[in-house]
């Protein structure tokens, strides 16, 4: 989910946790699990600082081994422990308890974005990305806004949060039943489908689609159970050729491949170089592929320059190669 949403989980959590009779018998004790949620629902993004690096460091480890199923404890203990330093009379097992609900809550949503996390490290590497729910999905945010303006105006904050979470229990069920149902149209439309990824948006009734098939890639959108095809590619395997090889030893491009799982590549020979790009297949926007992957090679084979990550333009792309030969 985006900050804003994990930010106001992290009030939602705090407030929850007055249900535990330990955390309401004090005021200490409610108001420093109330920040261990608060900065619990925040810690595992502490890896976006990676981006300070660059985008291929970004793309390989956000979500990686933050959101791992180690990590979620490790976090946990750290801020608990920071909390109990400016707060030695809290109750230190309870305050852990909550931390640990909280940390675990930012990385099992994380899962139901198209996005994705790691989750299931160390046992498997492997994304898991639901895509179910938006990476920022108004619905949520909206609920858990008005939890916290009903806590404000008085109201018991275990019980309205409880009911609140209630609520998005449900709102996750309908969206998976949306999801299969958006599923089973893809399949009528592409009868040939051997994997299928569908992914929401901002808007409560439209999907994003990237459908692999046997001979074809095929992109679309779907409303409600109508599908629409905007894009079909023919489905190329990545050639064993030189240039390939030495584009491949590039770490945006592998930053990129260890992160996509449906892309398609396109090779150009121009006077003095040779460009690869990979292009990502699940975020079209308004025609454009945002999400891609490139390398310039000289004659030699040699790097020139290569970039990876979102760019919604052809020109800004080049700017971004530009600075990187710089």
Known sequence: MDTATHVVMGFAIGGLATLDPVVAQSTVNTQSVLVAAIIGSQIPDIDTLLKLRNNAVYIRNHRGITHSIPAIFIWSVVVAAFVYFFFPETNWLHLWIWSLVAVFMHVFVDIFNAY????????????????????????????????ILIWLLGAPPGYTFLIMYGIIFLYYILRFVMQQMVKSAVLKTVPDAERIIIASTM?????????????????????????????KFKR???????????????????AFLSFSPVYRWEIKEYNQYTEVRFIDLRYRSNGHYPFVAIVKLDED???????TGWVYSEEKLRKKLQVVTD
């Not at 990545?238 to 592998?254: F, G, H, Y």
């Not at 084979?301 to 970039?307: D, K, P, Q, R, V």
């Open 203 to 231: 808007y409560f009734n439209q999907w994003r689609i990237a459908v692999t098939a046997k001979d074809y890639y095929y992109v679309g959108r779907a409303y409600r159970r109508s599908i629409t095809i905007f894009d």
């Open 301 to 307: 084979l040699e790097l020139i320059t290569s970039y």
């Open 116 to 147: 994705g996390t790691q989750a299931l490290r160390p046992f498997s590497s492997k994304w898991v990305a639901l895509g179910m729910i938006n990476t920022f999905d108004p619905y949520i945010f909206g609920l858990h806004v008005a939890g």
């Open 236 to 254: 190329i395997p990545v050639p064993d050729t030189p240039v390939i090889k030495a584009a491949l030893q590039d770490k945006n491009i592998s």
